[in-house]
C-alpha cells in the first residue's frame, strides 16, 4: 500500500530530517509511528499523502512513484487515503454532517445519506449532526474528522496525534474507533507520543510501533 | 438526491440516540471507486452554468458566505456596467455621426460662379451646360436668392439685399456613382473660369476625423472598463481566497481538484459580476432612455443613444461582465492552487 525506500526529506533551508527510510506498509496493518516532537512524525505522514515529495529515495503509494505524480492525481490518492489530524479541520460554515459528506462529493458520488448517519452514529455523534464545527469540543471534532475520513472507505487511515487534544477516555473511545476499522481490512496508521495510547492499543490489536530517532526509522516494539 | 448538495432536512437532527455500535460497514464497505473524474472543468459550459444554472450545491457552499464582499463586487461590477453603457452609447452614436457626415456631404457639392456682373449669367449658364453633359450628375440647381438670403441670414440679418451685393452665384450639384470632380473641374476652367468647384473635403474630413476620434474614444472607454473591471475583480478573487486559505487547505488535504476548487470561486465571482452588471446595464439604458428630445438638444447630440435594433447591444454588456468575472477569477485560483500541492 505504501513503500518507502531510502527516502529522505529535508524542509528548505536545513538538513534532511528524515533519511533512509525504508518501510511497507501492508493491506491491514496497524502501525503506530512515535518519537519525540519535532523528530518528523507528521512530516512523515505528509511524504504519504504527497504532501511533500522525497528529496531522495523512492515513494509509492498504492503502486504509483509519488514523484511522477500530478495534481489531480495526487487528489485521487487524497481520496484513497483517511486523513486524521491533531486539529481537525473542516469548513466552518458547513454543518457536520455536510462536511462528512465532502469527500462523497468530491469523488462524484451520491450522497449517501445512511451512510452519514451511521457514521455518526458509530462515532457517537448522531445529535451533532446539524452542529457547526466550531461548536464542536476536541473529542467530538476528532471524532467528526474520523468519520469524514472514512466516508468513502478508503484503504489506508493516517492519523497525526489525534488523541493529542483528549482526556484519556475520549482517548480510548477514538482509539476504540480506529482498532475497529483495521479489524475490517483497513490499514491504520497513527502518529502518536502516547505511549500509554500504543499500551492500550497493544492490549487489543496487533500493532507495529515504529520510532522516528535521529531521522531514521527504528522497529520499536520491544520498549512497549 | 444530488451529489452536490444535502437538504437541511436530510440532515440527521439531534433528537435520534447515538447507535451503539460499531458496524462501520456502512461506511468501510468496500466502495466501488470509479474513476469518475471531476468535471468541473473551468470552460464556457462551466461558465453557462455559473451564470444559469439552478443548483449551486456544495460546490460554491464549500466557500463561506461574505455578503459586504459580494454587495461591492455586484456594486462595482454594476457601476462599470452603467459607465460601459454610456460608453458604447458615445462609440455608436460618434460612428453614426461620422458616416453621416461622410455620406451627405460626400453626395453633395457646391460651384460658386464669381465673375463680374456683366458675365455672371453667361458664366453660370455655361457651368449648368457643362452640368448636363457631364456623367454622374443627379441633379444641379442653381439656388435662389431667396435660399441665398437665408445662408447669409446668420451673418447680415433678415431682410439681406442679395441683388444689391456682389454675390456670387450658388449652384448646387447631386453627385451619383460615376461622378468625376476632376473632369468637371478642368471642364469649369475652359468654359467657365470665375467657376470654383467646392466639393466639402476641406471641411468634412476634419469633422468626419473628429467624430471618428470619438468613436476610437468610446471604444477605448470600453476597453479600459473592462480591463478596470478584470482587474477589481481579480483583486476581489484574491483577497476571498486569501481569506478562504483554511477551505482550500481542507479541501486540498480530503482530495479536490484544483478544479473543483477554484470552480467554487469561480462560480461566485462570475454570478456576481453578471448579477451587477445586470442592474447596471439596466439603469444605463434607462438613463440613455431618458436623455431629452436629441432634435432638442442640439445638432452635436443628434443620435446619442441606440437606434433599433441598436438597443440590443447593451444586453452584451452582462454577458462580458459574466465572462470578465470568470476569467479573472479562474486565472487567480488557479495560479493560487499552484502555490499549494
Not at chain 1, 503509494?61 to 481520496?79: C, K, Y
Not at chain 1, 462529493?105 to 466550531?134: C, F, K, N, Y
Not at chain 2, 446619442?304 to 459574466?322: D, N, R, T
Request: charged share 20%.
Amino acid at each position: 500500500m505504501i513503500e518507502m525506500r531510502d527516502v529522505a526529506f529535508g524542509y528548505r533551508g536545513g538538513g534532511d530530517l528524515l533519511h533512509d527510510i525504508s518501510l511497507s506498509l501492508p493491506r491491514g496493518s496497524f502501525h503506530f509511528l512515535t518519537g519525540p516532537s519535532g523528530s518528523g512524525k507528521t512530516t512523515f505522514l505528509r511524504l504519504c499523502i504527497a504532501d511533500l515529495l522525497p528529496t531522495a529515495g523512492k515513494l509509492v503509494a498504492f503502486g504509483q512513484d509519488v514523484a511522477g505524480l500530478g495534481r489531480d492525481a495526487i487528489a485521487s490518492l487524497r481520496r484513497r487515503v483517511g486523513v486524521v489530524q491533531q486539529d481537525a479541520q473542516f469548513l466552518d460554515h458547513l454543518p457536520v454532517a455536510e462536511n462528512i459528506a465532502l469527500p462523497m462529493v468530491l469523488s462524484g458520488e451520491p450522497v449517501d445519506m445512511q451512510a452519514i448517519r451511521d457514521l455518526l452514529a458509530w462515532v457517537q455523534m448522531t445529535g451533532h449532526a446539524r452542529a457547526l464545527p466550531p461548536a464542536l469540543s476536541g473529542g467530538e471534532r476528532q471524532r467528526a474528522a474520523l468519520a469524514r475520513a472514512v466516508i468513502l472507505s478508503p484503504d489506508l487511515i493516517l492519523a497525526d496525534e489525534p488523541t493529542g487534544n483528549l482526556d484519556w477516555d475520549m482517548s480510548m473511545r477514538l482509539l476504540q474507533l480506529l482498532v475497529e476499522l483495521n479489524r475490517s481490512g483497513k490499514t491504520v496508521l497513527v502518529a502518536t507520543h502516547d505511549l500509554n495510547l500504543i499500551r492500550a492499543a497493544k492490549q487489543q490489536v496487533s500493532a507495529r510501533v515504529l520510532r522516528i530517532a535521529g531521522g531514521r526509522l527504528q522497529s520499536a516494539g520491544a520498549e512497549l | 438526491m444530488s451529489a452536490d448538495h444535502i437538504p437541511n432536512d436530510e440532515i440527521p437532527n439531534g433528537d435520534a440516540k447515538d447507535a451503539r455500535a460499531p458496524d462501520p460497514a456502512p461506511a468501510t464497505a468496500p466502495r466501488q471507486r470509479q474513476a469518475r473524474t471531476d468535471l468541473r472543468a473551468l470552460d464556457l459550459r462551466t461558465l453557462g452554468r455559473a451564470l444559469i444554472g439552478r443548483q449551486a450545491g456544495i460546490a460554491d457552499r464549500i466557500v463561506p458566505p461574505s455578503g459586504a464582499t459580494a454587495r461591492l463586487t455586484m456594486f462595482t461590477a454594476g457601476v462599470m456596467a452603467f459607465l460601459a453603457v454610456f460608453a458604447l452609447a458615445l462609440a455608436l452614436a460618434t460612428g453614426r455621426l461620422a458616416d453621416r457626415w461622410a455620406e451627405g456631404l460626400a453626395q453633395t457639392l457646391t460651384i460658386r460662379v464669381s465673375a463680374p456682373a456683366a458675365e455672371l449669367d453667361a458664366q453660370t449658364a455655361a457651368v449648368m451646360a457643362a452640368l448636363a453633359t457631364i456623367p454622374g450628375v443627379e441633379a444641379a440647381r442653381e439656388l435662389p436668392a431667396d435660399e441665398v438670403g437665408a445662408l447669409l441670414e446668420p451673418w447680415f440679418g433678415p431682410d439681406v439685399p442679395v441683388d444689391a451685393l456682389p454675390i456670387p452665384r450658388l449652384i448646387e450639384v447631386r453627385q451619383s456613382a460615376g461622378f468625376d470632380a476632376q473632369a468637371l473641374r478642368l471642364r469649369l476652367a475652359g468654359e467657365a473660369p470665375g467657376a470654383v468647384l467646392d466639393d466639402h473635403t476641406e471641411w468634412r474630413r476634419p469633422l468626419i476625423g473628429a467624430a471618428a476620434r470619438l468613436r476610437i474614444l468610446g471604444w477605448l472607454s470600453l476597453g479600459l472598463i473592462a480591463a478596470a473591471s478584470a482587474a477589481m475583480l481579480t483583486l476581489a478573487a484574491q483577497a476571498a481566497l486569501a481569506a478562504n486559505g483554511q477551505v482550500i487547505r481542507v479541501m486540498r488535504l480530503i482530495g479536490a481538484r484544483d478544479l473543483t476548487i477554484a470552480t467554487a470561486f469561480v462560480r461566485r465571482f462570475t454570478r456576481r459580476a453578471a448579477g451587477g452588471a445586470a442592474v447596471g446595464t439596466l439603469a444605463g439604458m434607462a438613463a440613455i432612455a431618458a436623455l431629452p428630445d436629441m432634435q432638442a438638444a442640439g445638432g452635436f447630440l443628434t443620435g446619442l443613444g441606440f437606434a433599433g435594433w441598436g438597443w440590443l447591444w447593451p444586453l452584451l454588456v452582462p454577458v462580458i461582465g459574466a465572462a470578465l468575472g470568470f476569467a479573472a477569477t479562474r486565472a487567480a485560483a488557479l495560479r493560487m492552487l499552484r502555490g499549494l500541492r
